[in-house]
Nanobody, 123 residues
Framework: AQLQASGGGLVQAGGSLRLSCAAS????????MGWFRQAPGKEREFLAS??????????ADSVKGRFTISIDNANAKNTVYLQMNSLKPGDTAVYYC???????????????WGQGTQVTVSS
């Protein structure tokens, strides 16, 4: 199975971006999908997740109210989006999509990772 992330870029503070993550291959093993980010010199951090069977979502406090995760129900639920609004320079990072059979709780145990897409927010 593979994850392909896209949609990153350069945006001014206060702007918006939408990231996409397309899953392919053995997607039946992907019970939950989500997004993480990693800024230079920092650890990778959880942002949001969504369960493919019912759409239940979870968010990190740092992005709650600004970021929205959703799933494309018309595409066999194989594409996940992250709508990012009110972006701040502190949101600058490489953004990764991820998928797992169980949960996003343990970063080191996650089954699948996308290749990462750069998001840069200028002040």
């Amino acid at each position: 199975a593979q994850l392909q992330a896209s949609g990153g870029g350069l945006v001014q503070a206060g702007g918006s971006l939408r990231l996409s993550c397309a899953a392919s291959g053995r997607t039946n093993s992907m019970y939950v999908m989500g997004w993480f980010r990693q800024a230079p010199g920092k650890e990778r951090e959880f942002l949001a997740s969504i369960k493919r069977d019912g759409g239940s979502t979870a968010y990190a406090d740092s992005v709650k109210g600004r970021f929205t995760i959703s799933i494309d129900n018309a595409n066999a639920k194989n594409t996940v989006y992250l709508q990012m609004n009110s972006l701040k320079p502190g949101d600058t990072a490489v953004y990764y999509c991820a998928a797992d059979r169980l949960s996003m709780r343990r970063i080191t145990a996650i089954d699948y990772w996308g290749q990462g897409t750069q998001v840069t927010v200028s002040s």
